[in-house]
């Protein structure tokens, strides 16, 4: 199954703001709607955000800074996995990591040479998921207490913006 970030607009907006995690997964990251407000909360942060799409189904949701001034401690970047949702009737089928695979090679190709994310320190949260994936943790904790990750991207070319669709 081809994995696509896309846009959000009316056409799909509703069905991807009815993404769930599953029960239990609450704790560690917001609905998309909760996500979205966020963005429009925190614009100093740049926030970028995509449906996620198994081929012409939204399973999923992530949101990055991008390219962002790090202003410590509210803002973690210069690039930072924000959030990310698999619908809980998605999950386990490779798309998270598929969608973290794209991300990073995405902000690599705008000059990235590490791509951050947090997680709540939980049994049950996504630190090992995220570890398999290359993260490790940077000794730090955001104010919320949550774990900073790093994941060291290789050099690529420079660009200047992100972009505007799939």
């Known amino acids: 199954m081809v994995v696509t970030l896309r846009e959000i607009t009316d056409r799909n907006r509703e069905a991807v ?71 809980q009737r998605h999950q386990g089928r490779g798309y998270g990591f598929e969608v973290v695979r ?22 049950g949260g996504p630190a090992g998921f995220y570890e398999r994936l290359g993260f490790a943790p940077t000794g730090e904790l955001d104010p919320d207490g949550e774990v900073i990750m790093r994941l060291v991207l290789p050099p690529w070319r420079q660009s200047a913006s992100p972009p505007s669709s799939e």
């Open 17 to 87: 703001l009815a993404l769930r995690v599953a029960p239990g997964q609450e704790r560690f990251v917001s609905s998309v709607r909760g996500a979205i407000r966020e963005a429009a909360e925190y614009p100093h942060a740049k926030p970028w955000y995509r449906a996620v799409y198994a081929g012409d189904e939204p399973v999923g949701f992530v949101m990055l800074s991008w390219n962002v001034e790090p202003q410590p401690p509210e803002i973690i970047g210069p690039w930072f996995l924000w959030k990310l949702l698999i619908d």
């Open 102 to 123: 794209q991300i990073a090679e995405l902000v690599r190709s705008e000059g990235a040479t590490e791509l951050l994310t947090s997680y709540v320190p939980e049994n």
